[in-house]
């Protein structure tokens, strides 16, 4: 119960703030620890690797504890600890309001979409039309609903099936990894391959799940069988599966110019077909939560 009860808080807190400002974000400070990794080192891979394996560990221990303190304390107060750090490792509303404001702007202001497009999408948006700059958009909530929440809550939710502690100490690690995987896994940073590589496993299966999620929201049952004829041609070995998936349940074509082309045939998002996956994104959020408290309510109904 107090499991779900965190859950339950950590909705609650993405439901009514989004996320906590910059300079008081755990995440935010985490990054600034990874910080002086990204630069020139005699064994760079190596450095990647020890630094993916150390810095997400201690990030988790330090939630571990804290949760296990509070616990100790008062089992509400370790409910509420762990639900704070869940609600930081996780992201729904301001994930759908980005791709929202992205896409309406795309129809009256083409400069301002590109330039707000960057809080979703690393491309250069400088020569994108106003198609393209919504087909970005509604890739970036595709791939960020799978980052950005499933992965997390996934963790949290096996974790959860050990103690509380082990759970927020789970969620917290995914999203270390992951936070490390975008500030420095890049094809120009060989300091990434490590983060990189570790955060291709981590994703596999929150990807496929938020995939399972998308068609579900959207209920559009054979989109996921359709997603598999396109998959193959996004690098990530993981980020296809989702986009690949809302592609298909909306019928829209989703391309990053040069690199993909997800449901080729068909056109690319008019406004509308944004709105419609924003909404089905923010169903799949709400699933999400919803079987995570199932899962580690599992336990008491047995």
């Known amino acids: 119960m107090l499991s779900a009860g965190a859950v339950g808080l950590a909705l609650a807190l993405d439901a009514a703030v989004a996320e906590p400002p910059t300079t008081v974000h755990p995440v ?14 005699p064994a760079p891979r190596l ?41 930081v490792t996780t992201s729904l509303r301001r994930l759908l309001s980005a791709a929202r404001d992205v896409s309406e702007a795309s129809e009256r202001d083409l400069a301002t979409a590109r330039e707000d497009l960057r809080a979703l999408a690393g491309r250069d948006a400088t020569d994108l039309s106003a198609g393209a700059v919504r087909s970005a958009a509604v890739e970036s909530a595709a791939e960020n609903l799978a980052d950005g929440l499933v992965a997390p809550l996934a963790a949290f939710a096996l974790g959860a099936q050990f103690s509380l502690a082990v759970g927020a100490a789970a969620a917290v690690w995914v999203k270390a990894i992951n936070t490390m995987d975008s500030m420095l896994g890049y094809h120009s940073k060989p300091v ?32 996921l069988r359709r997603a598999t004829r396109w998959v193959g ?29 997800l449901n080729p045939d068909a056109g690319l998002p008019t406004v509308d077909d944004a709105r419609a996956a924003v909404r089905v994104v923010a169903v799949a959020g709400v699933l999400a939560y919803a079987t995570t408290a199932a899962v580690v309510l599992l336990p008491e109904v047995r």
């Open 28 to 41: 935010a400070w985490f990054g600034h620890t990874v910080g002086p990794l990204d630069r020139d080192w």
């Open 47 to 87: 450095v990647g690797l020890l630094g993916a394996l150390a810095l997400p560990l201690t990030a988790a221990a330090v939630v571990w504890g804290g949760v296990t303190v509070a616990t100790g304390v008062e089992p509400l107060a370790g409910a509420a600890v762990a639900g704070l750090a869940l609600f």
């Open 192 to 223: 990434g391959w490590g983060p990189a590589r570790l955060d291709d496993a981590v994703m596999w299966l929150p990807a496929r799940a938020s995939a399972l999620l998308l068609a579900v929201a959207a209920a559009a049952p054979t989109a």
């Open 233 to 261: 041609s996004v690098p990530s070995p993981n980020s296809g599966w989702p986009m690949g998936t809302l592609a298909a349940a909306l019928d829209v074509r989703l391309e990053k110019p040069g690199v993909y082309v």
